[in-house]
């Protein structure tokens, strides 16, 4: 329930669809005699909005915080015994159709993942995701991932598929369950920086500690040096995900499935260890 809950309220309250809504709405407005001046001055407000949030660096304020709480990662030489790779880096349903890898913008996610495999080339590779049914015909990400790694020389045995997940929430649990990460091991979380805080968050609820592996960086890092948008789509499209990751991470940690609002290297439990 709280999947389909959450996909179906999110489709309506996500800022492009809902600014696009509330243009219509006052369109409509103004073709009434009563509310006719209303209609305009709100068809005028949300155009400037509009204009406002897809060209000013707004969205990239709200992403910063979310990809600067965790520092890139460092190899300091220690062994990695697994590679976790998040879903969300390919058109899934594309991908299928076409017989062929469907990248998006989220693609450093698989390329990252690849060169770590080759650095560590003992190191087992989890690859986290399955398909959604409410907007989505639901085709699953992980073995179509794990068929293209197969295909530029990983060898199969190195690799895991867990296809079950629709969430950042199910995707712990379920790669949990199949790593079943003995005391000692350090698994690497490949996933977006923005997305990870809520990751790593929901990790260390399942009792699955990780050392993040921050990529897809979207922002430039400092907050002085983010710029305008050249094109409104380009600002709207980055406002869709932060906002997203936001009201993911409020409804996470007010369902329980994070112990902190904003989770960050501060409050992680010590690597190599899983709690039981």
Do not use: C
Not at 100 to 120: F, K, M, P, Q, W
Not at 172 to 201: D, F
Not at 254 to 276: C, F, H, I, M
């Amino acid at each position: 329930m709280f999947y389909y809950a959450s996909k179906i309220l999110w489709f309506f309250a996500t800022p492009s669809n809902l600014l696009i809504v509330l243009v219509l709405i006052g369109a409509l407005l103004a073709m009434t005699r009563r509310f006719r001046r209303f209609g305009l001055a709100s068809v005028l407000v949300v155009t400037l909005a509009i204009l406002a949030l897809g060209l000013l660096p707004i969205s990239s304020y709200l992403m910063l915080p979310l990809e600067n709480r965790f520092p890139a990662y460092r190899d300091d030489g220690r062994q990695i015994d697994g590679i976790i790779l998040l879903g969300g880096a390919i058109e899934a349903s594309d991908s299928a159709a076409r017989g062929s890898l469907v990248a998006n913008e989220s693609a450093e996610r698989v390329l990252d993942t690849i060169g770590l495999a080759y650095r560590h080339p003992q190191a087992r590779l989890l690859i986290s995701g399955g398909g959604g049914m409410v907007f989505s015909d639901g085709t699953a990400e992980a073995p179509i991932i794990a068929a293209y790694l197969r295909t530029i020389g990983i060898e199969s045995s190195r690799i895991i598929v867990e296809d079950r997940s629709r969430t950042t929430y199910e995707n712990a649990l379920h790669s949990r369950s199949l790593a079943n990460p003995q005391p000692g091991e350090r698994w690497l979380l490949v996933t977006s920086a923005w997305h990870m805080p809520r990751a790593v968050g929901v990790f260390r609820a399942a009792g699955f500690p990780i050392v993040p592996y921050p990529v897809d960086y979207r922002t430039r890092g400092a907050l002085e040096d983010q710029r305008m948008f050249i094109y409104v789509s380009e600002g709207l499209r980055r406002l869709d995900v932060a906002t997203k990751e936001w009201a993911g991470l409020l409804a996470y940690y007010a369902a329980g499935r994070t112990s902190a609002l904003l989770p960050g290297p501060q409050d992680s439990e010590p690597l190599g260890t899983v709690s039981r």
